[in-house]
């Protein structure tokens, strides 16, 4: 069964160091998305892609946040620099391409758990 | 307000119980809904979508109630690989795909 694939699993950190995270998709799937989840909460979307372009980044803190998907497959997600505020699961999921106006399942990788000491 | 509120819980519940979980969702123009499973420390997996008919699938039926803007979810005969932590999901129609989560009711299940 195809799965979305996040590395690495567990990150340590201090406070002011960069990280990233990488994400690879479920083959043939167009839309991308990182979640960060906060223990006790839901996720909550950080950014979206379609293909290689974002569509929506709405709630990524910019001034330290970052993501990209430059060949429209796989993807990295950096903090630069991390604050202890960024300890959290940082999922990634995968949609196929949208087909008018129907639910696409959103497929969950098993997330990379940050903390930033 | 949040766009999507539940109860925490937890629920504790014994084996073979039924057990009701609600949220309640603030856009009254959100389409889709979802049930979503999570166990402890892994990624969340869909368990059932939610239609304004209301739905069943096994033991858990879920409810839309579009008026009052709430969702159900409903276990029967409870097992304790029901344990996890149950997310409603508000399919957010002003975006491309967007879901909007709540925070989770944790269930925990004893024998």
């Known amino acids: 069964e195809a799965e979305v694939a996040q590395s690495p699993r567990y990150k340590i950190t201090e406070k002011s160091q960069a990280v990233a995270f990488w994400c690879d998709p479920i083959?043939?799937?167009?839309?991308l998305y990182w979640y960060r989840q906060i223990l006790g909460q839901g996720p909550e979307l950080l950014v979206q892609f379609q293909d290689e372009s974002v569509v929506d980044d709405s709630q990524l803190p910019k001034d330290r946040f970052s993501a990209e998907r430059l060949k429209g497959v796989d993807s990295t997600l950096k903090i630069q620099p991390a604050e202890l505020g960024d300890s959290a699961m940082y999922l990634c999921?995968?949609?196929?391409?949208?087909?008018?106006?129907?639910?696409?399942?959103?497929?969950f990788g098993p997330g990379t758990r940050l903390t930033v000491l | 307000r949040k766009e999507v509120e539940q109860d925490p819980g937890p629920f504790n519940v014994p084996e073979g119980a039924t057990v009701a979980f609600n949220c309640t969702y603030s856009?009254?123009?959100?389409?889709?809904f979802f049930w979503y499973r999570q166990d402890c420390r892994k990624e969340p997996k869909l368990l059932m979508s939610v239609y304004s008919s209301g739905n069943e699938d096994g033991r858990f039926t879920a409810q839309l109630n579009r008026a009052s803007q709430y969702i159900s979810l409903l276990i029967r005969d409870s097992k304790l690989s029901d344990s996890a932590t149950y997310l409603c999901?508000?399919?957010?129609?002003?975006?491309?795909?967007?879901?909007?989560f709540g925070a989770g009711t944790r269930l925990a299940v004893h024998p």
């Open positions: 999901v508000v399919l957010f129609s002003g975006g491309y795909n967007k879901l909007i």
């Open positions: 999921a995968s949609s196929p391409r949208p087909q008018g106006i129907s639910y696409n399942e959103q497929f």
């Open positions: 083959s043939g799937h167009a839309t």
């Open positions: 856009n009254s123009a959100s389409q889709s």
